[in-house]
């Protein structure tokens, strides 16, 4: 089926929900990994709100993405406990590193760098999401060796 067929399946499975607009976004990134520019008008029109509303919402959850991901996908934590025991200076190691800014994949495809707000693992910051597996106690160190597996 076409995306947006298939978009216009997940948008009929929620019909008449309340609030219907977040669980949308994240069926449909769930489908396609990430939520393509062509379905936002779709949905928009099919919750009678502007395409701006919906691209509004989207940018404010940082779990959405526009593009499709990179082979692998680095989550740095950028909530507050982990700030305050360096998640910032981390942050900026791993954004030179990699050559990225928040949301940008490596031109090999290899990467994607995301930030994220709190990952429950506050206690053992800074903490980071690497394919989806925790991963505690960052230094420059672990997090270069973490890059360097990340083909
Ligand atoms: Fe980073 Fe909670 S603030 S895991």
Redesign the pocket.
Known sequence: ASMIARVEEILDAHKGMEGALLPILHAVQAEFGHVPEAALPVIAEALVITKAEAAGVMSFYHDFREKPAGRHVLKL?R????KSVG?DALADHARGKLGLDWHETSKDGAVTLEPIF?????AC???ALVDGKLVGRLDAAKLDAIIGGLK
């Open positions: 934590c909530a507050e406990s982990c998640a709190c990952l429950g693992l506050c910051g800074p903490a």
